[in-house]
């Protein structure tokens, strides 16, 4: 019977996530750039992108129980393997202005020769599944060391490499791959993803990212609620308990940490796509801080919580708070004080009162689909059985 | 030799001062760290701010009124940040507080973004100490020269004060056992403030120093200082004064060795060509740092780690 309830869930969460994919597809296509909604489509790209960072991070943070600060590291690595490899080779050249270009591989033109426009499709996909591999790899690499320490000795030892790879990045002899200090450009972007079907074209550019994040977010809820999960969760409530249970600790920290930076990777790529820009620069700390916040913002240990609070991060930064660096908010004029940066200010005073007043975030440790459940009848047993004693 | 040392020299006294100033920071993180267990994140911040005080405030005032009210009021920050953002979380999981730390430093530099408009502030010159000196035959900055002992003297003060005075005791004693002093009857939250302003103040010195030898202030520059330091405090044991002065005045010499090393070996070894390494400046200090937690996690001098299970 219970079984049977389950799978019911697992259908209705499906169809809601189909609803929504179509939701987007249709979005993409009636929405065009120069509309006043054009925003609510960058939004949907960028906070896709964050919102699989976010969870990513969650696994970690919020499931593990590692408190791990080189998010915006992997993040890095996924966005230069990615933008690496999908190069338009005529263009590589003009991107390698003051370095002989040494990886002169596109996936998506070598398949593209042999399979056609599907070809470019699988090429895609796997430079993404490379970024996320060459993420994980340097996370279990980086992982080996790192995973002994503990709370925040481990938050400042990944937030240190994560500040190492981004030296390294923009290191100028290491230049003919990653074009030292100068972004890389000219790689397929989300921009490019259109599907041709008997003379109508369908732009694609929000449904890719937003598919490429439910994805990712799928499998990540499915190692959650797997055994793996489970013992992810048993070392995060105590260490010691968990190991006397028969958990293995570094087994299961180094696949947390391993999964965590692979998903980073993805993001990074994803990341690479939505911006059209792949620069060392841009993944500073803050930006792992930015991920961080979104987490909490959206309950420490929550899934759907991460994505709300990604979403609902980048939408304020972004779209709904924009008028005040811009001299008019919510109809009140006053460019003396509504002038650049006031927005940032306005959110991080919001942020810290979610911080320090609100603690577990919007969700708490509760999924979306919990809201919705009616509440169990075990609370009131429970009580009955603690009057009894 | 005598080359080795015209070579050198100038490296190793910018190193000794870069030491000197993250030391005063460096100082901020461990005593804070060595009673409340929090990593303030937003210590490197607060350093900036106390920056920008002193570039807003020479502009209208004559330094020697805008120097201590600089580090009045970096010391007024730094007890409002621990009252607002640390205090209601006392209770709360570590991981709770230290997220917080990182929402003030968020906070702290969005607001510097704001006031400056994101701009280069350039620091106002302080007299003498900006002016110029030839040590050895190497030209360098007076304040290169008076860090070092600024800071021993500073540290020499601040040694005694916890040893010899009767906060300095209770600010042992919170060290050692948060409950048990305060069942002795310690007001913890006054030794937790003047934890704070001791480490503001000496953050709004190192800032005076730093601030000089470079040409402005922008919202991120209290980040980098600011990680280097809390390594520094790591490497000399965290919670220990001594070992966060030296181990800044390590990192502070590596860093600037290595930021030269491609003109140090160039001088030594005919036809070498450069390799860029000052790019790893930076990397090394964390590079240093994983290599210490590896290896000897509490440090050089700290004391043996007392997790309790």
Redesign the interface.
């Given at each position: 019977m219970q079984k049977k309830k389950n799978h019911g869930k697992t259908f209705a969460g499906l169809v809601a996530i189909v609803c929504f994919l179509a939701v987007v597809l249709v979005l993409d296509q009636i929405i065009q750039p120069t509309d006043s909604m054009a925003m609510l489509l960058k939004v949907l790209q960028k906070a896709s992108v964050y919102a699989l960072a976010a969870v990513s991070l969650n696994l970690l943070t919020g499931f593990t129980g590692l408190f791990s600060l080189g998010h915006a590291g992997f993040m890095l690595i996924g966005a230069y393997t990615y933008a690496i490899f999908t190069i338009e080779p005529l263009q590589r050249d003009v991107v390698y202005q003051y370095y002989d270009a040494a990886i002169r591989v596109s996936f998506p033109q070598m398949l593209a020769q042999h399979l056609g426009g599907l070809g470019t499709v699988l090429g895609v996909i796997l430079a993404i599944l490379l970024a996320g591999a060459v993420a994980a790899l340097l996370g279990w690499l980086i992982g080996l060391p790192v995973l002994r320490l503990k709370s925040d000795y481990l938050a400042i030892a990944t937030l240190g490499f994560a500040e190492v790879i981004r030296a390294v990045f923009q290191w100028g002899k290491l230049g003919p791959v990653t074009n030292g200090s100068n972004p890389l450009k000219s790689f397929v972007r989300i921009n490019s993803f259109k599907l041709t079907l008997g003379g109508t074209t369908l732009s694609l550019s929000t449904f890719v990212p937003v598919l490429l994040a439910v994805v990712c977010i799928a499998v990540i809820v499915l190692l959650i609620n797997s055994s793996y999960g489970r013992a992810f969760k048993a070392i995060r409530e105590n260490e010691i308990a968990a190991e006397a249970m028969g958990i293995n600790l570094a087994r299961h920290k180094m696949l947390a940490f391993c999964t965590s930076s692979f998903f980073a990777g993805v993001a990074g790529a994803g990341m690479a796509m939505v911006l059209g820009i792949a620069q060392a620069n841009n993944f500073k700390s803050a930006m792992t801080y930015e991920i961080l916040l979104m987490v909490v913002l959206g309950g420490i240990g929550s899934v759907t919580g991460s994505v709300i609070g990604a979403t609902l991060f980048i939408a304020a930064s972004e779209w709904w708070l924009r008028g005040l660096d811009s001299g008019t908010f919510l109809g009140i004029n006053a460019p003396d004080i509504f002038r650049n940066g006031f927005r940032l200010v306005v959110f991080s005073i919001v942020i810290m009162i979610v911080v320090l007043f609100f603690r577990r975030g919007i969700m708490g440790d509760k999924e979306l689909p919990d809201l919705f459940r009616r509440r169990k009848k075990t609370p009131s047993k429970a009580k009955g059985g603690q009057s009894h004693g | 030799m005598a080359k080795f040392f015209s070579v050198l020299l100038p490296y190793i006294l910018s190193g000794i001062s870069v030491g000197g100033q993250y030391a005063l920071i460096a100082i901020g993180y461990t005593m804070v760290y060595g009673i409340l267990?929090?990593?303030n994140f937003a210590h490197g911040d607060v350093f900036m701010v106390a920056g920008l005080f002193m570039v807003y405030m020479a502009g209208s005032m004559p330094l020697y009124i805008a120097a201590p009210l600089v580090i009045v009021l970096t010391v007024a920050l730094g007890f409002c940040i621990e009252k607002?953002?640390y205090k209601?979380?006392r209770t709360?999981p570590?991981?709770?507080v230290?997220?917080?730390a990182?929402?003030?430093?968020?906070?702290l530099?969005?607001?510097a973004?704001?006031?400056t408009?994101?701009l280069n502030k350039t620091y106002p010159d302080i007299p003498w100490i900006s002016d110029n000196v030839q040590v050895f035959g190497a030209t360098t900055k007076w304040v290169t020269i008076i860090t070092p002992f600024l800071t021993i003297a500073l540290v020499i003060a601040l040694v005694l004060l916890i040893n010899h005075t009767k906060v300095g005791m209770a600010m042992r004693a919170v060290a050692k056992d948060f409950e048990t002093s305060q069942l002795m009857g310690i007001k913890i939250n006054n030794v937790i403030s003047m934890t704070f302003v001791i480490g503001s103040a000496l953050a709004a010195v190192g800032s005076m120093l730093y601030f000089s030898n470079y040409p402005g202030v922008v919202p991120?520059s209290g980040?980098m200082p600011g990680?280097k330091a809390?390594?520094a405090a790591?490497f000399g044991g965290i919670g220990s004064i001594p070992g966060a002065v030296i181990g800044a005045f390590v990192i502070g010499i590596c860093e600037s060795l290595i930021k030269g090393l491609d003109t140090i070996i160039s001088a030594f070894v005919p036809g070498y060509a450069a390799?860029?390494l000052a790019?790893?400046s930076?990397?090394f200090?964390?590079?240093l740092?994983?290599i210490i937690?590896?290896f000897k996690?509490t440090g050089l001098f700290g004391e043996k780690a007392t997790?309790k299970?």
């Open positions: - | 267990r929090l990593i607002v953002a209601p979380l709360a570590r991981m709770s230290m997220i917080s990182i929402g003030v430093s968020y906070l530099q969005n607001l973004l704001y006031i408009g994101g991120t980040a990680l809390f390594v790591v390799l860029e790019t790893f930076d990397a200090t964390f590079a740092l994983i937690l590896v996690p997790d299970v």
